[in-house]
């Protein structure tokens, strides 16, 4: 099955732009959604699609693709943005199964 | 405003059955696939599977043999069992929906409601 990678770690200055990215060949094939996680609490989705967002997710959130890769932007990260971020698809090799990235933490400075 | 109530027994002994499952309130069942996802304690999220309202599964490889998630139509409810648990298995296991989105330029799966997690923790 297809993987997802994404790096573990992030940090942006408050009020900066941040990219956060997710790599893998399933992303040739389909869109990558994503997911903001604070402790203790349950995944958010955050982007999905092209560059969708649902409903009370602030417009600083974007997402975008090329390639393999997918990207999450956070344009002015504020300090509630410090989260956990995961990425996920669909497999693209060839069986209907979901796939998640490892999560990226990041910390808002 | 679609909710999610999950539960099941949070601590088992090695070798015994995980049992868990999944109420969806105010919206429709039908139409989505409803998956089950897991985390263990300072790791990521692992998808472990997903069901339809027609009882259309699709599991994790590296859990399938384990695994089986059911649904019962009647009560809007899906539940997921996982067999032999070790410690490796303990972890937070969340309920969620799946669905689909299209445009011209492509696909993308995504889950848009969850529940708040239950923790299932293996241990003799």
Not at chain 1, 15 to 28: A, K, M, N
Not at chain 2, 33 to 51: A, D, F, M, T, V
Request: charged residues 15%; proline residues 4%; neutral net charge.
């Amino acid at each position: 099955s297809s993987e997802l990678t994404q790096d573990p770690a992030v940090s942006v200055a408050l009020g900066q732009t941040v990219r956060i990215t997710c790599q893998g060949d399933s992303l040739r094939s389909y869109y990558a959604s994503w997911y903001q996680q604070k402790p203790g609490q349950a995944p958010v989705l955050v982007i999905y699609g092209k560059n969708n967002r649902p409903s009370g997710i602030p417009d600083r959130f974007s997402g975008s693709s090329s390639g393999n890769t997918a990207s999450l932007t956070i344009t002015g990260a504020q300090a509630e943005d410090e989260a956990d971020y995961y990425c996920n698809s669909r497999d693209s090799s060839g069986n209907p199964h979901v796939v998640f990235g490892g999560g990226t933490k990041l910390t808002v400075l | 405003q679609v909710q999610l109530q999950q539960w099941g027994a949070g601590l088992l002994k090695p070798s015994e059955t995980l049992s868990l499952t999944c109420a969806v309130y105010g919206g429709s069942f039908s139409g989505y696939y409803w998956s089950w996802i897991r985390q263990p304690p300072g790791k990521g999220l692992e998808w472990i599977g997903e069901i339809n309202h027609s009882g259309s599964t699709n599991y994790n490889p590296s859990l399938k043999s384990r695994v089986t998630i059911s649904v019962d139509t009647s009560k809007n409810q899906f539940s997921l069992k996982l067999s032999s648990v070790t410690a490796a298995d303990t972890a937070v296991y969340y309920c969620a929906r799946g669905n689909n989105y299209y445009d011209s330029s492509g696909y993308s799966h995504y889950m848009d409601v969850w529940g708040k997690g239950t923790t299932v923790t293996v241990s003799s």
